[in-house]
């Protein structure tokens, strides 16, 4: 069974930064397509950044310039790195994995709350 778990999450000030880990686990595969998606209250689930297995890059409009993805510590752990963060970014964040047969997976999600 795939798990993903989350880490990172927080309180910071508009314009500063935050990184967000997640480590999968279980069966997955190199090939998977893992990312970030994100969730405000009252809004629907969003996409912030997917990294596919060839490390192809995608990220929404609103993250571009601004939101790093990356994969570190080797195939299974992916990272966001958010700077000049705004107050629009405070929602819940989750980190998902797309395996290859198309199936979704989720983490439980980090709070993360940009305010002064």
């Known amino acids: 069974q795939v798990q993903l778990v989350e880490a990172g999450g927080g309180l910071v000030q508009p314009g500063g930064s935050l990184r967000l880990s997640c480590v999968a686990s279980g069966g997955i595969n190199i090939d998977d397509l893992m990312g970030w998606y994100r969730q405000a209250p009252g809004n629907q689930r969003e996409l912030v950044a997917t990294i596919s297995g060839e490390g192809i890059l995608n990220y929404a409009d609103s993250v571009k310039g601004r939101f790093t993805v990356s994969k570190d510590n080797g195939w299974n752990t992916i990272t966001l790195q958010m700077s000049s963060l705004k107050p629009d970014d405070t929602a819940v964040y989750y980190c998902?994995?797309?395996?290859?047969?198309?199936?979704?997976?989720w983490g439980k999600g980090t709070p993360v709350t940009v305010s002064s």
């Open positions: 998902n994995l797309r395996s290859i047969n198309g199936r979704d997976y």
